[in-house]
């Protein structure tokens, strides 16, 4: 079958798959949404296990898709996850899959995602201090984390890496202590800057801890270097630790912003196609789905979605505004 890539006006082909499985979440991390949740999707509205596995087909055999990341809300609290794994594997082995998650639960569920197909996992985690944990996520539930990452491990899920958000005042100061924490494990961590993508719209530049800051809090306690393998387009720098071979990773989606090189389409729990995190306009693909298109058509509404993408975020324009979903319904 012929491969259309999914190119843009600007020659970006997206390859990368963000696939959200659902808007609801077990943790309410206070950088996300507000302490009581969100009136979480209709289950009529969002695709069906299927309708999943359908179009991630398309997007693999017809548009070039050769990673694909399953996450939300919490990829894991969606009862059919192992078995869209096991599916989308099916499709074609060679691609790439990947969790986004909490990690609540993975203890019970690594090995069968492990077997299923799933090739690793990336789990967030902003303290190792039960305090912090359940200051920032508004649940008492640090020791799942830590059991889901070692079952993740045990299973094979590796490397397996720990994104970390900082917070002023409330974790920036921890930033070494969880570097630490990763390196005794094998873990890879990554720093992501806060994004103005909380369902409160709570976000603010002032007060969000920079790449440059967080790097300069780490070199207080190790020495860094930048390592030598090329970026490409991975939004993370990575730097050595104390000689390496040991890394860490900081991503300037805000103050660096990565978009020149971005290789990401999403596609959210209710069958919308999203060319950007901070897209302003979704494209429908379930309702032709659901209306007998064939897999031709979907692929085509597809590529006409991925076309028009921005150049770059524009956070910094005067003119930005927030997008009407926030993450957790986008799909981080
Ligand atoms: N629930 C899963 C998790 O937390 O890993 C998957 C979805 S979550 C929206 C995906 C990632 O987005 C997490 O690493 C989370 O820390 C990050 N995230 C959420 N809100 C963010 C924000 N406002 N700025 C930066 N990262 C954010
Ligand atoms: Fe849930 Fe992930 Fe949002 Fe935290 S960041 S509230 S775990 S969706």
Same mark, same amino acid.
């Given at each position: 079958m012929q491969v259309l890539p999914l190119v843009d006006r600007f020659g970006r082909v997206a390859t990368d798959l963000r696939v959200s499985?659902?808007?609801?979440?077990?943790?309410?991390c206070s950088y996300c949404m507000p302490p009581e949740g969100l009136d979480w999707m209709p289950n009529e509205d969002q695709l069906t296990d299927d309708e999943v596995v359908r179009l991630i087909g398309v997007a693999v055999t017809r548009?070039?898709?050769?990673e694909v990341r399953f996450t939300g809300g919490?990829?894991?609290?969606?009862?059919g996850l192992v078995d869209i794994v096991r599916q989308t594997h099916a499709i074609d082995p060679g691609v790439e899959l990947s969790l986004t998650t909490n990690a609540l639960g993975l203890a019970r569920t690594a090995e069968a995602l492990a077997e299923a197909g799933l090739d690793r996992v990336n789990v967030s985690l902003d303290s190792v201090r039960e305090d912090t944990f359940t200051t920032i996520t508004?649940?008492?539930?640090l020791h799942d984390v830590i059991d889901g990452l070692a079952a993740a491990d045990a299973a094979g899920l590796g490397p397996v890496k720990v994104n970390a958000v900082l917070l002023r005042g409330i974790n920036d100061d921890q930033a070494p202590e969880l570097l630490r924490w990763c390196l005794d494990r094998g873990y890879q961590l990554r720093f992501i800057e806060q994004m103005p993508l909380d369902a409160q719209h709570g976000w603010s530049r002032s007060t969000m801890v920079t790449a440059e800051e967080t790097l300069e809090r780490l070199e207080a306690a190790f020495t860094l270097a930048p390592a030598k393998e090329p970026r490409g387009s991975a939004p993370a720098e990575l730097f050595t630790v104390d000689g390496g071979p040991a890394t860490v990773g900081v991503i !300037?989606?805000?103050?660096?912003?990565?978009c020149g090189d971005c290789d990401r389409v999403r596609l959210t729990a209710d069958g919308q196609v999203r060319n950007?995190?901070? !897209?302003?306009t979704e494209s429908d693909l379930r309702s032709p789905l659901r209306a007998g298109a064939t897999d031709a058509d979907l692929a085509e509404r597809w590529l006409a979605a991925v076309?028009?993408? !921005?150049?770059?975020?524009?956070?910094?324009?005067?003119?930005f505004l927030q997008p009407d979903r926030p993450m957790s319904a986008i799909g981080g």
């Amino acid at each position: 079958m012929q491969v259309l890539p999914l190119v843009d006006r600007f020659g970006r082909v997206a390859t990368d798959l963000r696939v959200s499985l659902t808007d609801r979440c077990n943790l309410r991390c206070s950088y996300c949404m507000p302490p009581e949740g969100l009136d979480w999707m209709p289950n009529e509205d969002q695709l069906t296990d299927d309708e999943v596995v359908r179009l991630i087909g398309v997007a693999v055999t017809r548009l070039g898709v050769r990673e694909v990341r399953f996450t939300g809300g919490e990829p894991l609290v969606r009862r059919g996850l192992v078995d869209i794994v096991r599916q989308t594997h099916a499709i074609d082995p060679g691609v790439e899959l990947s969790l986004t998650t909490n990690a609540l639960g993975l203890a019970r569920t690594a090995e069968a995602l492990a077997e299923a197909g799933l090739d690793r996992v990336n789990v967030s985690l902003d303290s190792v201090r039960e305090d912090t944990f359940t200051t920032i996520t508004r649940r008492d539930r640090l020791h799942d984390v830590i059991d889901g990452l070692a079952a993740a491990d045990a299973a094979g899920l590796g490397p397996v890496k720990v994104n970390a958000v900082l917070l002023r005042g409330i974790n920036d100061d921890q930033a070494p202590e969880l570097l630490r924490w990763c390196l005794d494990r094998g873990y890879q961590l990554r720093f992501i800057e806060q994004m103005p993508l909380d369902a409160q719209h709570g976000w603010s530049r002032s007060t969000m801890v920079t790449a440059e800051e967080t790097l300069e809090r780490l070199e207080a306690a190790f020495t860094l270097a930048p390592a030598k393998e090329p970026r490409g387009s991975a939004p993370a720098e990575l730097f050595t630790v104390d000689g390496g071979p040991a890394t860490v990773g900081v991503i !300037a989606s805000v103050s660096r912003p990565f978009c020149g090189d971005c290789d990401r389409v999403r596609l959210t729990a209710d069958g919308q196609v999203r060319n950007c995190l901070f !897209a302003r306009t979704e494209s429908d693909l379930r309702s032709p789905l659901r209306a007998g298109a064939t897999d031709a058509d979907l692929a085509e509404r597809w590529l006409a979605a991925v076309r028009p993408k !921005a150049p770059g975020h524009g956070i910094d324009d005067p003119t930005f505004l927030q997008p009407d979903r926030p993450m957790s319904a986008i799909g981080g």
